[in-house]
C-alpha cells in the first residue's frame, strides 16, 4: 500500500519529494561527476530553435522600460505609480528610448494633438520592435480603435495591475484590464494610494484626491475614460501626506479632474479634507490646490478664503471659465454661468489679497459668434490673469460638440491668436520688482541656469543655482521680472529654513514600499523564489488573475491537491512501469 503522501494538503508542490531524495545543493556538488553529451544539431532549423526560445521561457523583472505620460498631474501621478511598481519587481525604469525593451506609453485623450503623439510613438515602438503596453485615457475611451488592435492596455483604474501586463507583454501576450473597481456595487476611487511609486520629482508628492467628476461637459472626452466621481476617504489622503513628508517630500500636489467636488459622493467636502492635511504640513512644506469648476466652489467660499489664507498652503486656485458668453457656457453644459465665475474670482480676490487666479478658455467652440469672442476678451482684459491656458477647440469623437455646427478652422486660429496677443501684453510681476519674499526651491529650469521657486501665491521664483538652496525656504529679494517668472538674489543674512523632516529619496528611488519588501531589494534576492516567506505575497501589487498557476487561484489548496494527486500519479506509473 502506498505512503499517505497526500493526506495532509500539500502547501508546494516540492512537498511530494520525500527525505530520501536528492536534494538540490547535493545536485550542485554532484555537478563535477556529470558527463555533458554532444547532440550535434541537424539543421539550421534547429540553431534558429535553440536561438529563439518560446516566449513562456523569457523571465520578467530583468528588462528596461520607458515610461512616457501626456497630460494632467493625474496622469503624471499614475505614470509615477507605474514606475514604482516596476521598479520594485526588478524592472530597470530608464530615461533612453531606445535602449529600452518595453515602452509605456500613458496617453491623454483632451486635445487631439496630444492623442496624435500618442499614435506617433506606438507606430515608432512598433517600428522599433519594442513591446508596448498602453495606458491612461485614451485607450481606456476608446480600446477598440485601430491603431490600438493587438497591443495590451492597463486602465485608469486597474494601474496597480501593471506588473502583470508588462510581464504578459513581455512574453508575447495582449493583456487588457479595463475594468471599474467597485465595492458592494459602489465605484471606488481607482488604484491603492499606499502603492510605490517613483516620484518625478522627489520633493514633490501629487495626490490624486477622487477621480471622475459630476460635469457632462458636451466637449470633454476624459469623461468617457474617468468616469462619475468617486472620492479617496479623507483618511487615506491623509495617511499618504503623511508618508510622503516622512519621505522628505516637502510640496504636495491635490489633483483631479475636479478638486471642487471632492466628497460629494462619500459624504464630506473640499474643505473638511483641506483642514485635516493642513494639520499634518510639517512647518515650512507647502500644499497646492488642483483644478475645481466655479459650481463647486460657491458654497465653500467662506471657508476656501480661510484655507487659502494659511500659511502652508499656496494662494493659488485654477479656475477654468472657458468662455465670456453664458450661451456657449450654455451649449458646453457648464452648469454655471459668467456671474458665478466672476463672484468666486472676486470674493476671493478680497478675502485672499494678492491671490493668483489661473483659468482656462477655449478659443472656437462650436456656434462661437464673434461677440461671444469678445466677451472672453473683455473678461480676460479685466482681470488681467496672470495664468491662462488658451486651448484651440478641437472636435473629440464620440462627444455631442463634435456633431455641432463648427467654427471655421481658420477663424480658430486667428481667436486663438488674438487672445494670446493680449495676453502677452501685459506683465503680472513688474510691480514686484524690489519686494521681499519668501520662496520654496523644488526643481531646477528647463535651460539648467536656475533653480525654480514659488513664493506664497504659487509664482515662479529663479534663484541661483546653489545646492545648498534645493528643497528649502530661502529669503530674496526680486531684481527682475518676465511675463511668466522673476529673479530673486538671495538676502545675504537670511536663514535657509529645511522644511523636510527628512532627507528626500534620491531621484529614481521607489517610494512607499514595506520593510521586508526593501529588505529583498536591498540585498538581492530574486523575490519570485521566496514565496514561501510570504514576502511575495505581502509586496505583492496587484491582485493576480491572469497566468496564475494554480495554487495562486481562489481555491487554490484543492487545485494544488488534485494537481499533486495527478503528479504522484504519474510517478507511481513511471516507477512501476521501470521496475
Same mark, same amino acid.
Given at each position: 500500500?502506498?505512503?499517505?503522501?497526500?493526506?495532509?494538503?500539500?502547501?508546494?508542490?516540492?512537498?511530494?519529494?520525500?527525505?530520501?531524495?536528492?536534494?538540490?545543493?547535493?545536485?550542485?556538488?554532484?555537478?563535477?561527476?556529470?558527463?555533458?553529451?554532444?547532440?550535434?544539431?541537424?539543421?539550421?532549423?534547429?540553431?534558429?530553435?535553440?536561438?529563439?526560445?518560446?516566449?513562456?521561457?523569457?523571465?520578467?523583472?530583468?528588462?528596461?522600460?520607458?515610461?512616457?505620460? #501626456?497630460?494632467?498631474?493625474?496622469?503624471?501621478?499614475?505614470?509615477?505609480?507605474?514606475?514604482?511598481?516596476?521598479?520594485?519587481?526588478?524592472?530597470?525604469?530608464?530615461?533612453?528610448?531606445?535602449?529600452?525593451?518595453? #515602452?509605456?506609453?500613458?496617453?491623454?485623450?483632451?486635445?487631439?494633438?496630444?492623442?496624435?503623439?500618442?499614435?506617433?510613438?506606438? =507606430? =515608432?515602438?512598433?517600428?522599433?520592435?519594442?513591446?508596448?503596453?498602453?495606458?491612461?485615457?485614451?485607450?481606456?475611451?476608446?480600446?477598440?480603435?485601430?491603431?490600438?488592435?493587438?497591443?495590451?492596455?492597463?486602465?485608469?483604474?486597474?494601474?496597480?495591475?501593471?506588473?502583470?501586463?508588462?510581464?504578459?507583454?513581455?512574453?508575447?501576450?495582449?493583456?487588457?484590464?479595463?475594468?471599474?473597481?467597485?465595492?458592494?456595487?459602489?465605484?471606488?476611487?481607482?488604484?491603492?494610494?499606499?502603492?510605490?511609486?517613483?516620484?518625478?520629482?522627489?520633493?514633490?508628492?501629487?495626490?490624486?484626491?477622487?477621480?471622475?467628476?459630476?460635469?457632462?461637459?458636451?466637449?470633454?472626452?476624459?469623461?468617457?475614460?474617468?468616469?462619475?466621481?468617486?472620492?479617496?476617504?479623507?483618511?487615506?489622503?491623509?495617511?499618504?501626506?503623511?508618508?510622503?513628508?516622512?519621505?522628505?517630500?516637502?510640496?504636495? #500636489?491635490?489633483?483631479?479632474?475636479?478638486?471642487?467636488?471632492?466628497?460629494?459622493?462619500?459624504?464630506?467636502?473640499?474643505?473638511?479634507?483641506?483642514?485635516?492635511?493642513?494639520?499634518?504640513?510639517? %512647518?515650512?512644506?507647502?500644499?497646492?490646490?488642483?483644478?475645481?469648476?466655479?459650481?463647486?466652489?460657491?458654497?465653500?467660499?467662506?471657508?476656501?478664503?480661510?484655507?487659502?489664507?494659511?500659511?502652508?498652503?499656496?494662494?493659488?486656485?485654477?479656475?477654468?471659465?472657458?468662455?465670456?458668453?453664458?450661451?456657449?457656457?450654455?451649449?458646453?453644459?457648464?452648469?454655471?454661468?459668467?456671474?458665478?465665475?466672476?463672484?468666486?474670482?472676486?470674493?476671493?480676490?478680497?478675502?485672499?489679497?494678492?491671490?493668483?487666479?489661473?483659468?482656462?478658455?477655449?478659443?472656437?467652440?462650436?456656434? %462661437?459668434?464673434?461677440?461671444?469672442?469678445?466677451?472672453?476678451?473683455?473678461?480676460?482684459?479685466?482681470?488681467?490673469?496672470?495664468?491662462?491656458?488658451?486651448?484651440?477647440?478641437?472636435?473629440?469623437?464620440?462627444?455631442?460638440?463634435?456633431?455641432?455646427?463648427?467654427?471655421?478652422?481658420?477663424?480658430?486660429?486667428?481667436?486663438?491668436?488674438?487672445?494670446?496677443?493680449?495676453?502677452?501684453?501685459?506683465?503680472?510681476?513688474?510691480?514686484?520688482?524690489?519686494?521681499?519674499?519668501?520662496?520654496?526651491?523644488?526643481?531646477?529650469?528647463?535651460?539648467?541656469?536656475?533653480?525654480?521657486?514659488?513664493?506664497?501665491?504659487? %509664482?515662479?521664483?529663479?534663484?541661483?543655482?546653489?545646492?545648498?538652496?534645493?528643497?528649502?525656504?530661502?529669503?530674496?529679494?526680486?531684481?527682475?521680472?518676465?511675463?511668466?517668472?522673476?529673479?530673486?538674489?538671495?538676502?545675504?543674512?537670511?536663514?535657509?529654513?529645511?522644511?523636510?523632516?527628512?532627507?528626500?529619496?534620491?531621484?529614481?528611488?521607489?517610494?512607499?514600499?514595506?520593510?521586508?519588501?526593501?529588505?529583498?531589494?536591498?540585498?538581492?534576492?530574486?523575490?519570485?523564489?521566496?514565496?514561501?516567506?510570504?514576502?511575495?505575497?505581502?509586496?505583492?501589487?496587484?491582485?493576480?488573475?491572469?497566468?496564475?498557476?494554480? #495554487?495562486?487561484?481562489?481555491?487554490?489548496?484543492?487545485?494544488?491537491?488534485?494537481?499533486?494527486?495527478?503528479?504522484?500519479?504519474?510517478?507511481?506509473?513511471?516507477?512501476?512501469?521501470?521496475?
Amino acid at each position: 500500500m502506498m505512503p499517505a503522501a497526500c493526506d495532509s494538503l500539500l502547501e508546494d508542490i516540492e512537498d511530494i519529494v520525500s527525505a530520501q531524495d536528492v536534494k538540490p545543493h547535493d545536485r550542485q556538488f554532484a555537478r563535477k561527476n556529470v558527463v555533458p553529451k554532444v547532440r550535434k544539431r541537424s539543421s539550421q532549423k534547429n540553431v534558429q530553435a535553440d536561438d529563439d526560445p518560446p516566449s513562456d521561457s523569457i523571465i520578467p523583472g530583468a528588462q528596461k522600460i520607458w515610461i512616457r505620460t #501626456w497630460g494632467c498631474s493625474h496622469n503624471n501621478s499614475d505614470g509615477e505609480y507605474m514606475a514604482g511598481q516596476l521598479a520594485s519587481y526588478g524592472y530597470k525604469i530608464t530615461d533612453n528610448a531606445a535602449e529600452a525593451d518595453l #515602452w509605456l506609453l500613458n496617453s491623454c485623450t483632451v486635445k487631439s494633438p496630444a492623442e496624435d503623439h500618442f499614435r506617433n510613438s506606438i =507606430k =515608432k515602438a512598433q517600428e522599433d520592435d519594442k513591446k508596448v503596453v498602453l495606458a491612461g485615457c485614451v485607450p481606456q475611451a476608446q480600446p477598440r480603435q485601430d491603431y490600438l488592435k493587438g497591443l495590451s492596455i492597463i486602465g485608469v483604474q486597474q494601474i496597480d495591475r501593471v506588473v502583470e501586463v508588462v510581464e504578459e507583454t513581455i512574453k508575447g501576450h495582449s493583456v487588457r484590464l479595463l475594468g471599474q473597481k467597485k465595492d458592494n456595487g459602489k465605484r471606488l476611487g481607482g488604484a491603492r494610494l499606499d502603492l510605490p511609486k517613483i516620484r518625478k520629482n522627489p520633493l514633490i508628492e501629487i495626490i490624486s484626491i477622487n477621480t471622475g467628476c459630476l460635469n457632462a461637459c458636451t466637449y470633454c472626452k476624459t469623461k468617457h475614460a474617468r468616469g462619475d466621481l468617486a472620492s479617496y476617504p479623507v483618511e487615506e489622503l491623509v495617511d499618504r501626506a503623511k508618508q510622503s513628508f516622512q519621505e522628505g517630500v516637502c510640496e504636495i #500636489w491635490l489633483t483631479s479632474e475636479d478638486t471642487g467636488a471632492y466628497g460629494r459622493d462619500i459624504g464630506t467636502d473640499l474643505p473638511t479634507l483641506l483642514w485635516k492635511l493642513v494639520e499634518v504640513i510639517p %512647518e515650512g512644506a507647502m500644499l497646492r490646490l488642483g483644478m475645481t469648476n466655479p459650481p463647486y466652489i460657491l458654497e465653500h467660499l467662506e471657508e476656501m478664503a480661510k484655507i487659502l489664507n494659511h500659511p502652508r498652503v499656496y494662494a493659488f486656485l485654477h479656475i477654468p471659465v472657458q468662455s465670456a458668453s453664458d450661451s456657449i457656457l450654455m451649449d458646453m453644459k457648464r452648469e454655471y454661468c459668467v456671474e458665478d465665475f466672476k463672484r468666486v474670482v472676486d470674493f476671493l480676490k478680497e478675502k485672499v489679497p494678492g491671490i493668483t487666479i489661473a483659468t482656462d478658455i477655449i478659443c472656437g467652440f462650436p456656434g %462661437e459668434t464673434d461677440e461671444d469672442f469678445q466677451d472672453t476678451m473683455k473678461l480676460v482684459e479685466e482681470y488681467r490673469f496672470p495664468s491662462l491656458f488658451i486651448n484651440q477647440f478641437y472636435p473629440r469623437p464620440r462627444t455631442p460638440a463634435a456633431k455641432m455646427r463648427q467654427v471655421p478652422a481658420l477663424v480658430k486660429k486667428q481667436r486663438t491668436k488674438d487672445l494670446s496677443q493680449l495676453f502677452h501684453s501685459y506683465n503680472p510681476y513688474d510691480p514686484k520688482v524690489g519686494e521681499r519674499q519668501r520662496v520654496l526651491v523644488t526643481e531646477e529650469s528647463f535651460d539648467s541656469q536656475f533653480y525654480v521657486a514659488h513664493n506664497q501665491f504659487y %509664482e515662479q521664483v529663479l534663484v541661483p543655482k546653489n545646492p545648498e538652496f534645493m528643497g528649502k525656504m530661502v529669503e530674496v529679494d526680486i531684481y527682475e521680472a518676465g511675463k511668466h517668472f522673476m529673479k530673486g538674489r538671495p538676502v545675504s543674512d537670511a536663514n535657509v529654513f529645511t522644511p523636510s523632516i527628512t532627507r528626500p529619496l534620491a531621484k529614481g528611488q521607489v517610494s512607499g514600499i514595506t520593510e521586508e519588501f526593501r529588505y529583498v531589494l536591498e540585498n538581492g534576492l530574486n523575490l519570485k523564489a521566496c514565496p514561501s516567506a510570504g514576502i511575495r505575497e505581502k509586496a505583492s501589487l496587484s491582485s493576480r488573475k491572469v497566468m496564475q498557476l494554480p #495554487w495562486q487561484q481562489e481555491g487554490g489548496g484543492l487545485k494544488m491537491l488534485s494537481v499533486s494527486l495527478a503528479l504522484l500519479a504519474i510517478l507511481v506509473t513511471f516507477y512501476y512501469g521501470g521496475v
